[in-house]
């Protein structure tokens, strides 16, 4: 059962947003009113759910952990910085919920997801993350995520994700749910990718792009400059005559490029 907030179910103000270059640091000042969230939904809420978070930011693992652990029925048991580490604390822990962000070394956010459901099919993920491309929404969903939620929304709102997903539901940012109707009022059938060929070297840059990774990033995994990068992305895209990210995202994910990094 999915939930939703309304005007009156704060105390003290609406909610604040999230500051984006730090998500999460204006959390502890605004425990107080977090902390009192309404929670008479008709619904028992289970004592404390146990959170483990996988980002490989720590500053925003940090800000999370400080407005998780501000509510009275939330606790972060353990936390990760790779998608390897997470399938592994994950079997560990046994988290209740099982935060990811979708861009991680080692695994990616989907492919956590598709582990951690492989190994226990009603393992609960929430996935936290910057991207608002369809595509990566897409694939979280077909991955078993059973929440979605931007890093910039509010902070209450994650809140309200997690109480959701621990409890059995389905949570979407308010901001994509859009998109899941429109896909389910019409459908869209993939093409085929077109026949291009493009050099290992060029596949690598275009795989790693579409996975969320920052030109520097890229850099440093394939050992080459941030500038060859540039030029690899450059010639890549006019090969394949793609104009965006998420017409990229959508040519990886049909050639099966986000299945194993």
């Given amino acids: 059962m999915t939930y939703s907030l309304r005007k009156d179910d704060y105390v003290g103000g609406s909610p604040d947003t999230i500051v984006p270059n730090n998500p999460y640091h204006n959390c502890a000042h605004n425990s107080e009113r977090l902390n009192h969230i309404r929670t008479d939904y008709g619904q028992s809420r289970m004592s404390t759910i146990r959170i483990l978070l996988a980002d490989d930011h720590a500053v925003v693992r940090e800000g999370l952990k400080t407005l998780i652990n501000t509510q009275s029925d939330m606790e972060v048991i353990g936390e990760v910085a790779d998608g390897l580490a997470a399938v592994a604390m994950t079997a560990k822990l046994d988290p209740d919920v099982v935060i990811v962000d979708v861009s991680m070394p080692g695994l990616n956010g989907a492919q956590v997801t598709t582990e951690l459901r492989k190994a226990h099919a009603d393992r609960k993920v929430l996935a936290l993350t910057v991207h608002e491309d369809k595509s990566y929404l897409r694939l979280l969903l077909s991955a078993g995520a059973a929440g979605y939620v931007l890093k910039r929304a509010a902070a ?12 059995g539901g389905t949570y979407l940012d308010p901001t994509m749910v859009g998109t899941v109707v429109e896909d389910f009022m019409r459908p869209q059938h993939a ?33 080459i400059s941030v500038k060859t990068v540039e030029t690899y992305k450059t010639r890549s895209l006019e090969k394949l005559g793609i104009r965006s990210r998420v017409e990229l995202v959508q040519y990886a994910a049909r050639r099966g490029w986000l299945e194993r990094v």
């Fill in 156 to 167: 209450v709102e994650l809140v309200q994700a997690i109480r959701v997903v621990a409890e």
């Fill in 191 to 223: 093409e085929e990718p077109p026949v291009v060929e493009l050099s290992e070297r060029e596949a690598e840059v275009v795989r790693h792009i579409a996975l969320g990774y920052s030109n520097k990033e890229i850099g440093t995994r394939l050992k």
